[in-house]
């Protein structure tokens, strides 16, 4: 069974840092090129960012660009997120999914980390 | 940058209504279109990859069509578990990506 668990979400104030984490088994870690979605309370799904299997080819979506840094360990089988410099805007649940390249779609996805930026 | 967008935002049906949900691309995505299906506190599921593909363990009554720029998810026969909020994603731009607003699709 693929399981991705998020974690490192909270409260953070305003112009502060986060670091989330997400752990991933049942898959091979390695052949996924992995992604963060986020929902902030109450609205639709915002794709964020987004990491090839090798480190290659990562993206980010305008609205976190110069202020997120994706990352992954593939021996740990981990994604990471680093957040810095957050606003309000950023409160949300932030899930970790899997990009299947053979479906080219987002297979897996966690239950996410709750991340609330308010003073 | 794609911009996606769905109609309608949201949609009252009964069970066993044929529904039709749309989703349109600022650009040619050619068939890069997905669909999710997510319940309420509940993380997204993928139903259907490159706009008409089900997804392994979809019900049959899940279909999708389209190509370019114009899309539809049709459920043939809503069950009760069906109700649910619907996104499109197109994955033409990787390794950006870009979802639409999402459709509700609650019970009349």
């Known amino acids: 069974e693929v399981q991705l668990v998020e974690s490192g979400g909270g409260l953070a104030q305003p112009g502060r840092s986060l670091r989330l984490s997400c752990t991933a088994s049942?898959?091979?870690?390695?052949?996924?090129?992995m992604h963060w979605v986020r929902q902030a309370p109450g609205k639709g799904l915002e794709w964020v960012s987004g990491?090839?299997?090798?480190?290659?080819?990562?993206g980010y979506a305008d609205s976190v660009k110069g202020r997120f840094t994706i990352s992954r360990d593939n021996a740990k089988n981990s994604l990471y997120l680093q957040m810095d410099s957050l606003t309000p805007e950023d409160t949300a649940l932030y899930y970790c999914?899997?990009?299947?390249?053979?479906?080219?779609?987002?297979?897996?996805w966690g239950q996410g980390a709750l991340v609330t930026v308010s003073s | 940058d794609i911009q996606m967008t769905q109609s309608p935002s949201s949609l009252s049906a009964s069970v066993g209504d044929r529904v039709s949900i749309s989703c349109r691309a600022s650009?040619?995505?050619?068939?890069?279109l997905n669909w999710y299906q997510q319940k309420p506190g509940k993380a997204p599921n993928l139903l259907i990859y490159?706009?008409?593909n089900l997804q392994s363990g979809v019900p049959s009554r899940f279909s999708g069509s389209g190509s370019g720029t114009d899309f539809t998810l049709t459920i043939s026969s809503l069950q009760p578990e069906d109700f649910a909020t619907y996104y499109c994603?197109?994955?033409?731009?990787?390794?950006?990506?870009?979802f639409g607003p999402g459709t509700k699709l609650d019970m009349k």
């Open positions: 994603q197109e994955s033409y731009s990787t390794p950006l990506f870009t």
């Open positions: 990491i090839g299997w090798n480190s290659g080819d990562i």
């Open positions: 490159a706009t008409s």
């Open positions: 999914t899997s990009f299947n390249n053979y479906v080219e779609a987002f297979d897996f």
């Open positions: 049942g898959l091979t870690f390695d052949d996924y090129a």
């Open positions: 650009h040619d995505i050619s068939t890069f």
